[in-house]
């Protein structure tokens, strides 16, 4: 980058851009326009909007909140626009971001990239992948065209396959990449808001249905909640031993794209909006069986089966509500140790850290994601 072509920019135009729809904030001299970073943030824009206009030096070296890794300096590199004026008429620009061989990293680096994933941290989800670069190397996916025929028709062996799913990539401008490519595109996307508009009143109507016959709302909210812990075992059964069938899945391509299409678009790009939560055409064809599992095991009372059925379907809308939000939104404590944890599932260790809404059943049966080494991967 040349830095005697940018400008000088006042402390008060920059204030001037403190919105969604033009956020400036400097570190030192340096001015950064990231207005187009902001729905990439993994912390979500909120917290970024906290601090616009101002600088954030400090915010990014703060190991309580998050000391970032050196993988946040370089894309904030990507979004300089300027410098402050000085005392002098314009004193050299601080040097850039990434350190010299040899030199100390910031708190929060970490110490290497994943065996699994070849990345290092989690702000590496968000930086945009080089589409054109990528497939000449990798010779995977073209980005630039339909996913789901390059899936089916590229005759990959499914070892290479799991490699490269595993390797997140980022799309342009944090858009959603092609997946049919054609009038079918549209039923491939659901904003996350679909899920809660869709599916809170069935829950509604099913526990007032089942409340009709057991009269009992003391009973009906005991077993409410009993079908939410039941969700969080199915939580996990579900992402281990359906979407991570990784080691167990048969060789051929029908079975490549079916995984691909479940789970495995998500693994590929994982901080794509409209792909994070469950199409309500897929999660009603996958909650068929349970229906039928609840009626089986509470064979006695139909309402019983039925009351605790609609607990689970809540604890699905919370599980697929907090999944999106781990990836885009900022959060409270609780959950923003539930968003470390799940974005080291994803750029870490894919083979650990099943649970999104807890780590209960990760702890019971020893898939929990231990951080460990660099300041921002341990437990805050």
Known sequence: MSYSSLPIISATEVEKHQSSHSCYVTIGNKVYDITSFLGDHPGGEDLILDYAARDITAVLADKISHAHSESAYEILEDYLIGFLPTDAARMPPSPPST????????????????????????????????????????????????????????????????????????????????????????????????????????????????????????????????????????????????????????????????????????????????????????????????????????????YVATNVYFGGVFGYVCYDLTHYFLHHKSLPSYFRELKKYHLQHHFADFQKGFGVTSKLWDRVFGTELIYGGPESFKDE
């Open 99 to 302: 350190p010299l061989p040899g030199s100390t990293p910031r708190p929060g680096s970490p110490v290497g990239p994943s065996s699994l994933t070849g990345m290092s941290s989690e702000e590496e989800l968000t930086i945009p992948t080089d589409i054109n670069t990528d497939f000449r190397t990798h010779k995977f996916i073209d980005l630039n065209q339909p996913m789901l025929p390059q899936v089916w028709n590229g005759g990959f062996s499914k070892k290479f396959y799991l490699e490269q799913i595993h390797r997140p990539r980022h799309y342009k401008g944090g858009e959603s990449a092609p997946l049919f490519g054609n009038f079918l595109e549209p039923l491939t996307k659901t904003p996350w808001y679909i899920v809660p508009v869709i599916w809170l009143p069935c829950v509604s109507y099913g526990t007032w249905i089942a409340y009709s016959g057991l009269q009992n709302w003391v009973l009906v909210v005991a077993l409410f909640f009993h079908g939410l812990l039941w969700w969080t075992l199915v939580e996990y059964v579900l992402h281990r031993c359906l979407f991570h069938i990784d080691k167990i899945m048969p060789e051929g391509r029908l079975s490549i794209t079916l995984h691909f299409l479940l789970h495995g678009i998500h693994h590929f790009v994982p901080m794509d909006k409209l792909r994070l939560v469950m199409p309500p055409s897929l999660f009603f064809f996958l909650a068929i069986p349970f229906w039928y599992l609840a009626h089986t095991i509470f064979w006695f009372n139909w």
